[in-house]
């Protein structure tokens, strides 16, 4: 099995994705013929499907001038992301924009003098010729209407001479003279933003492509890095997102990690001792800080640079980002830390080109999908970067490093993404006053539908990117979507955003004191206030436009000419410009009037949820105790010189001992670093925590909170098995059983095949219980079947038949998958489960890793206790899951090894067969960047006849070619 497990790996990585010369038989196929360009486009796709990939690209490039040229372009990028080809996506991105600006630039540039040799009388033709597919259907009558509009201005010219003096026609014959360079530069340009929003959405999925290509080969350079992809499975570890604010509820502090609290120095150089590099860096730095409060969202200045970036008249061929492709094709294993940068910073660069453009032509499908792709692959490298910091020797990329890079990716992320929810109108969902509906094991069409959008995802990605701006200071962008946040959601999530909004407004005041700025409310707030009545609050601010107040800098301007290194009247304007925007912010700074509005939600909100949340909090904490020691700044401000520190060390007795209950927070003022987040608590506080939800499940049970009673219930029975005791831990478990499924005595009444005279078996689970109470019931049944029936073999087995009873349920929400289990012997799941239903988009209802561990160990229990057909759409579920969610190669394989082994025993030698070759070719086999590997054309399978013997020599030889 480890053979043939190394073989389906090695296929997938080299054998299956060479490229061979043999082609002329694809190609004879799609044409007869060489082509030239002038063909239908419609050739194109069985030449972009079948044929090589690079004479693929030389065809397609020869129809480069056609208006489907991105389109298949696009198709073909994405064939070479299937065959994981990344570099092939690099260079042939290089090519393809640098195609499209040599275009752009033809069609907005002055036309070539005679002795101007540059660009060519025929190119320019081509040129004009590619743009000519937007005007098809006016082609055949140009240049007659051309013609008679000229003869109509001549007459008019004519008889308006004919009725002036000649002084007044010399000035006619003047103005048209320099009019019409304007006009024409005019109507070029309005040409090119035509020609441009046309290719909106396709420059978005190449830069998308180009930027899976960069994450891609950054990801695969970590997992490489000194074993690095078998450490990102280490069962000791747990992932960093689950100790993240949108989970925990609060920031976490951990051990021995230092707090740097105070303003940004800001301290001219000397223009004669320090270079004019080093002066701009010092007050881009001091940019990142603090921000000017003429803008709307903080830093919104990186949305403005980004969406000029991603013009297409800037984009030249000679672009740093597609000249240099050549850097990627070093060997993985020995990449330096410039070359890791240079590939995630390119990666960013094409990801905020993608988010603009998406956002920018109004196509919201496809901006969650550069979206996602940002949230996947960024947690992904950050665990990666995360594990291999603790190894010998260390990978040359820092956490610090990659979260300077991707915090402003989020942050536009979330930006456009809530924008996009204001302009869809769908935060009106969370006008209703349901308290469990986020946390109901039924579907919940508003929260669970995520066939337009996700909201528990857009929750996710919004609290972490407040996360990732308080680690790196950026208070005022901070406080920007944090109010909008709390604004649009009702204030639903204000306990885990007060906390950080009230520390980010007061780093702002401390800010601007401490460049002697205006006082709080700033002149533009108070402008605001007197040209449209109504004061700027927290409550009111989203929606709200400011309005400037500017005044003249007290720097004399230099003159036009003398804008040089050497300018000293330059760089005081600039410095002085930085200094005013520290002085002044967009944001309302009013901290009582902050918590006054906390304390008012605090009041409208129930005390059975904030006890369970409390709870939920203690536990994370517990758990972050357990975890290895990561180096990350907390925060990256310099220390302030005015308060005479140099850093502020938390120390760890500061923390008092957890209380049982949630505290008092209608007094809490948050000025504290102690009352912001919350230290990892010792493994002598476990009764503490074990106290704490017993107390919770108490007053969710007298509330008739069953949902949170299951997730409640389930967490008690992990941390009783965590304290070692198993038998707390079983009973536990099978009270969140009944409680799931909504009966009582499930386990005692389930004989393996039903539930025998039960009340229940004359109930449908699934309509009962609901999507996520099944999933929990099949956990839970799963735990207690690997965990607390150790000794008793039967009634292990007769628990994982009902897990895997429960398990079926979920293939049966949706109407595709088959009913028996003798048809999942050839049967996949695909790419959803249920269409438009995550089943883990809240892991406190299912969690992924809990859900594919307890299938791993149920399909093989199935498997070596002789239940094979029932082990079969088990093992279908868990593919699907390893295959398509996880994308995990490893898993994939080891799945499919076992789906082998299964076939084999129910005598289904002919798909055994068919599995086996497959594997063994590396079809199916899942990459990390979203693919999956294909089997080339060329090779067959030799078919295994299940009417003739074993022993049949045709038979045999499909046994040798295995």
């Not at 005279?757 to 079947?785: D, E, N, Y």
Request: proline letters at 5%; one cysteine or more; glycine letters at 6%.
């Amino acid at each position: 099995m480890k053979a043939l497990e190394g073989s389906a790996m090695k296929n997938k990585r080299t054998g299956t994705f060479m490229q061979h010369d043999s082609s002329a038989w694809s190609r004879a196929v799609a044409h007869a013929h060489e082509l030239t360009g002038q063909e239908d486009p419609i050739l194109l796709y069985p030449i972009i499907t079948n044929s090589p990939l690079k004479a693929a690209f030389k065809d397609l490039m020869k129809f480069k001038r056609k208006s489907c040229f991105m389109e298949f372009a696009v198709l073909l990028l994405q064939r070479t992301m299937q065959a994981d080809h990344l570099e092939l996506v690099l260079q042939w991105g290089h090519d393809i924009f640098g195609w499209l600006s040599r275009r752009d630039e033809g069609l907005t540039g002055p036309k070539k003098g005679p002795g101007d040799r540059s660009t060519s009388g025929k190119e320019l033709k081509k040129f004009s010729s590619s743009i000519m597919e937007y005007k098809k259907n006016k082609a055949s009558t140009f240049w007659s209407d051309k013609k008679r509009k000229e003869f109509l201005q001549k007459k008019q010219l004519t008889a308006l001479k004919a009725q002036n003096t000649e002084r007044e026609c010399k000035a006619v014959d003047t103005m048209l003279n320099q009019l019409a360079p304007l006009v024409r530069r005019h109507q070029r340009r309005r040409r090119l933003r035509q020609v441009c929003s046309e290719e909106w959405l396709w420059r978005c999925h190449l830069n998308l492509s180009i930027a899976r290509a960069h994450l891609g080969l950054l990801r695969r350079s970590l997992e490489n890095h000194q074993g690095l992809g078998a450490l990102q499975h280490s069962y000791s570890q747990l992932p960093p997102l689950l100790f993240s604010l949108a989970h925990s509820g609060t920031l976490v502090r951990w051990r021995n990690m230092h707090q740097h609290i105070g303003v940004p120095d800001l301290i001219p150089p000397t223009p004669k001792a320090t270079p004019q590099p080093c002066l701009r860096a010092n007050l881009h730095k001091a940019k990142e800080s603090g921000q000017a409060a003429t803008t709307t969202s903080g830093e919104d200045f990186n949305t403005t640079e980004s969406s000029e970036q991603d013009s297409p008249r800037i984009q030249p061929a000679v672009d740093s980002d597609y000249s240099e492709p050549s850097v990627m094709t070093t060997s993985p294993t020995r990449r330096t830390a410039t070359q890791l940068l240079e590939s995630l910073n390119k990666a960013a660069l094409h990801l905020r080109r993608a988010m603009v453009l998406a956002h920018r032509g109004g196509h919201w499908t496809t901006l969650q999908c550069v979206c996602r792709t940002l949230w996947d692959q960024g947690c992904t490298i950050t665990l990666l970067v995360d594990r291999g910091a603790s190894m010998e020797p260390t990978i040359p990329l820092t956490l610090d490093q990659l979260n300077t890079v991707l915090t402003p990716l989020f942050e536009l992320a979330t930006d456009l993404i809530m924008n996009m929810m204001e302009k869809m109108q769908l935060w009106q969902v969370f006008e209703l006053e349901d308290e469990e509906m986020e946390a109901s094991m039924h579907f919940s069409a508003p929260l669970d539908d995520g066939t337009l959008v996700d909201l528990r995802w857009i929750r996710s990605l919004t609290l972490h990117t407040l996360e990732l701006l308080y680690r790196e200071a950026r208070w005022e962008t901070l406080a920007h979507l944090a109010l909008l946040f709390n604004s649009h959601t009702r204030e639903r999530y204000t306990h885990m955003i007060t906390p950080i909004l009230v520390h980010a407004q007061r780093r702002l005041l401390e800010r601007i004191s401490y460049f002697g700025g205006p006082p709080v409310p700033q002149p533009h707030f108070v402008k605001t206030q007197n040209l449209t009545g109504e004061k700027i609050t927290n409550k009111n601010y989203a929606g709200r436009q400011l309005l400037n107040c500017w005044t003249p800098p007290a720097v004399p301007a230099p003159r036009r000419g003398c804008n040089t290194p050497t300018n000293p009247n330059a760089e005081l304007l600039e410095l002085s410009e930085v200094r005013r925007a520290m002085c002044v912010v967009c944001v309302p700074l009013d901290v009582e009037d902050t918590l006054c509005c906390f304390r008012e939600a605090l009041e409208k909100g129930h005390h059975t949820l904030q006890n369970f949340q409390h709870s939920r909090t203690l536990l994370l904490l517990l758990l972050a105790h357990t975890q290895p020691l990561f180096e990350v700044p907390f925060c990256k401000e310099n220390s302030s010189k005015a308060q005479g520190h140099g850093r502020v060390d938390f120390n760890v007795t500061v923390c008092t001992a957890p209380a049982i209950g949630p505290p008092d927070l209608t007094t809490e003022d948050y000025s504290t670093l102690s009352s912001i987040y919350g230290c990892p608590l010792p493994p002598n506080q476990i009764h503490t925590v074990i106290n704490s939800y017993s107390n919770s499940i108490q007053y969710l049970q007298a509330n008739n909170h069953d949902s949170l009673r299951v997730q409640a219930l389930h967490d008690l029975g992990n941390l009783h098995y965590y304290n070692g005791n198993r038998r707390a831990a079983h009973s536990y478990w099978s009270k969140a059983v009944d409680c799931a499924l909504q009966s009582s005595g499930v386990l005692d009444s389930w004989d393996g095949v039903s539930w025998g005279t039960s009340s229940f078996q004359h109930q449908p689970t699934l309509k009962q219980a609901g999507v996520w109470g099944c999933l929990q019931g099949a956990l839970l049944t799963a735990k207690i079947a690997q965990y607390a029936l150790t000794s008793n073999i039967s009634q292990r087995t007769k628990c994982c038949l009902l897990s895997a009873q429960l398990f079926k349920c979920l293939l049966r929400a949706s109407l595709p998958h088959p009913q028996s289990d003798l048809q999942y012997s050839s049967y996949t799941v695909g790419e959803e489960l249920v269409p438009g239903l995550d089943l883990f988009s809240e892991p406190d209802r299912g969690h992924l890793g809990t859900t594919v561990s307890s299938l791993a160990f149920l399909c093989h229990w199935l498997y070596t206790s002789g239940h094979h057909l029932t082990a079969l759409p088990m093992l279908a579920l868990y593919l699907h899951f390893v295959g398509t969610v996880c994308r995990d190669p490893h898993l994939t394989i080891k799945g499919r090894i076992l789906k082998v082994k299964v076939l084999t025993e129910l005598g289904q030698y002919c798909q055994a067969m068919k599995e086996t070759s497959q594997m063994t070719q590396g079809e199916e086999i899942p990459l990390p960047h979203g693919c999956y590997s294909g089997m080339e054309k060329h090779a067959t399978i030799r078919k295994f006849f299940t009417n003739k013997s074993l022993m049949d020599s045709a038979n045999i030889q499909v046994f040798k070619c295995i």
